[in-house]
Antibody, heavy 117, light 107 residues
Framework: QVQLVQSGAEVKKPGSSVKVSCKAS????????ISWVRQAPGQGLEWMGR????????NYAQKFQGRVTITADKSTSTAYMELSSLRSEDTAVYYC??????????WGQGTLVTVSS | DIQMTQSPSTLSASVGDRVTITCRAS??????LAWYQQKPGKAPKLLIY???SLESGVPSRFSGSGSGTEFTLTISSLQPDDFATYYC?????????FGQGTKVEIK
């Protein structure tokens, strides 16, 4: 059974950074792409970027270019999303998701990141 | 990035109604379109992929159509479990984009 388990909720100050982890189990981590999607309170879904662990290549949405870094550690089957220069508008639930056949087949449980002074 | 525009933003309907949601892409995405259902506090669930293919386990009352820039999601007979928010998502480009969502409410 595939599971993506994310790290716990975070409260951050404006201007700081946050790093969310996503540990995969039950599948071959390197064989899939991991995407990150966020959802602000009461808002829609927003794709942030992805990583292909077997290649170590990451791609990002233009909106987040320069502010987000997505990495993966194949030895621990864990993906990471780091967002810097946080502002209040970054308050959201951040999801990792496994991509198969170009589509999401499994989601993490979500991590709430609250940015507040 | 490709922009995805859904309409309506909110839809009020009754159990048994036929419901249609529209999604438009800012440029052609062929048939590389998916539809997701999301309930409060939960991750989205894949309903339709490649514009019209039904994901395994999804009830047949859900259907999708369209290609190029215009797509629709239809629920043939709305059930109580279907009250939720629906999102389209393009995957023609590796830079995915989602529509803003359509909330289906009880009338």
């Amino acid at each position: 059974q595939v599971q993506l388990v994310q790290s716990g909720a975070e409260v951050k100050k404006p201007g700081s950074s946050v790093k969310v982890s996503c540990k995969a189990s039950g599948g071959t981590f390197s064989s899939y792409t991991i995407s990150w999607v966020r959802q602000a309170p009461g808002q829609g879904l927003e794709w942030m970027g992805r990583i292909i662990p077997i290649l170590g290549i990451a791609n990002y949405a233009q909106k987040f270019q320069g502010r987000v870094t997505i990495t993966a550690d194949k030895s621990t089957s864990t993906a990471y999303m780091e967002l810097s220069s946080l502002r209040s508008e970054d308050t959201a639930v951040y999801y990792c998701a496994r991509v198969a056949r170009e589509l999401i087949d499994y989601w993490g449980q979500g991590t709430l990141v609250t940015v507040s002074s | 990035d490709i922009q995805m525009t859904q309409s309506p933003s909110t839809l009020s309907a009754s159990v048994g109604d036929r419901v249609t949601i529209t999604c438009r892409a800012s440029q052609s995405i062929s048939s590389w379109l998916a539809w997701y259902q999301q309930k409060p506090g939960k991750a989205p669930k894949l309903l339709i992929y490649k514009a019209s293919s039904l994901e395994s386990g999804v009830p047949s009352r859900f259907s999708g159509s369209g290609s190029g820039t215009e797509f629709t999601l239809t629920i043939s007979s709305l059930q109580p479990d279907d009250f939720a928010t629906y999102y389209c998502q393009q995957y023609n480009s590796y830079r995915w984009t989602f529509g803003q969502g359509t909330k289906v409410e009880i009338k």
